[in-house]
């Protein structure tokens, strides 16, 4: 018995589908710095200089690894020098991008764990404007060659 596997995605589906992912993470981040800048934190005593320092390094960690799928994994798809086929390197791609905007919102959620871990708003805004560059840094493209 053979399985049917759906057909492969085309270049005008999959930047649809990417712009409507990217569009609902973006706008998730801007709801939870809406939240943030309104909700109170459930612990009264400040962040701990550990805790702190910890999860701002998690956030860069995953920063950096936004920063890197982005422009060494897709740039390299994104080239038209790739021997790869079409339906191959559509898949990747929309691999690759959904790894990008997932790790661009975790630095937002380590904002969100700081915030209600005890931090003031104003030591939570970096991680959510970062949040919002590494998204514009993804914005997706697709190859010109398709």
Request: proline share 8%; with cysteine.
């Amino acid at each position: 018995m053979q399985t049917s596997s759906p057909p492969p995605m085309g270049v005008h589906a999959l930047s649809r589908f990417l712009r409507i992912v990217f569009l609902v993470m973006v706008l998730s981040v801007i709801f939870y710095g809406g939240v943030m800048a309104e909700a109170a934190p459930q612990i009264e005593p400040r962040v701990p200089g550990r805790v702190k320092a910890a999860v701002s390094v998690m956030a860069a960690v995953a920063g950096l690894a936004a920063l890197y799928v982005r422009f060494s994994k897709i740039n390299a798809l994104l080239s038209p020098d790739v021997p790869t086929d079409t339906p191959v390197r559509l898949t990747k791609l929309r691999q690759y991008y959904t790894v990008c905007y997932v790790l661009s919102e975790c630095t937002a959620l380590f904002g969100v764990a700081l915030r209600y871990q005890g931090a003031s708003a104003r030591e939570v805004v970096p991680f959510f404007i970062g949040a919002l560059v590494l998204f514009g840094l993804s914005y997706p493209r697709m190859p010109q060659d398709l």
